[in-house]
C-alpha cells in the first residue's frame, strides 16, 4: 500500500503543460526579435533622418531670413507659378545661388571643401567620418544628397469663416524626402507661416 501511495505522489509536468510553456516562450522571443528588427531599421537611417531634418529647418529659416532682412519682397514668397522665386515641385538639393536661397531658378551646383562639384549632378554633399569615426582624418568620405529631394509649397491663407484669402499672411510648407536601399522612402515636413510685416 505504501508502494503505491509513493507513486500516487509524484508529480511532474504534463505533454500539454509543456507545450503550452514552449507557445508562450515562443510568443515572448517573437516579441523581443522584432523589437529589436525595429531597432535595427531605426539605425540604419538614423542618419539620413537627422540630414534630412536639418534642410528642412535650413531651407526655412533662410526664407524667414531673406524676408526679415528685406532681401527679397514679400510678393515674391510664392512659387514660380504664382508669381514668386520658388520652383515648383521636388528639387534636387543643390546650394543657394547669388540670392542665397535654396530652391529658386538660381540654385547652383555644390562644390566640395577642396572645390570640386559634389557627385549627382552637383545635389549638395557632406564629409563624414570614415571607417574610423573620427572626423576630419585621411578616411573621411563625401556623401552625396542625391537621393534627397526638397519640396517648397507656398499657398496663400485663408481668412476665418472662408472670407477671402489673407493678402498679408502666406503659408510655406517644406518637406525633405530621401530613399535609401532597403527602407521605405522617408519624409520630413515643416509647416509654417510667413507674413507680410518685418
Known sequence: MNKSKAQTDEGGFTLIEVMIAIVVMSVGLLAVIASMATAVAATQSAEEDLIA?????????SIYTARNAQQIPFAS???VSNGGIFLDGAQLMRCGGPDGLVGTADDVNCTTVAGAVCPDGGAECMVVPGPDGILGTCDDVTMSLGNFTR???INPVLLPG???INTNMMAITITVAYTKAGI???????????????
Request: proline residues 3%; hydrophobic residues 45%.
Open 184 to 198: 521605405p522612402a522617408r519624409s520630413f515636413v515643416a509647416n509654417g507661416l510667413i507674413s507680410s510685416y518685418h
Open 53 to 61: 531634418r536639418q534642410k528642412v529647418l535650413e531651407a526655412m529659416e
Open 162 to 164: 472662408g472670407a477671402g
Open 151 to 153: 519640396t517648397i509649397a
Open 77 to 79: 514668397v510664392a512659387n
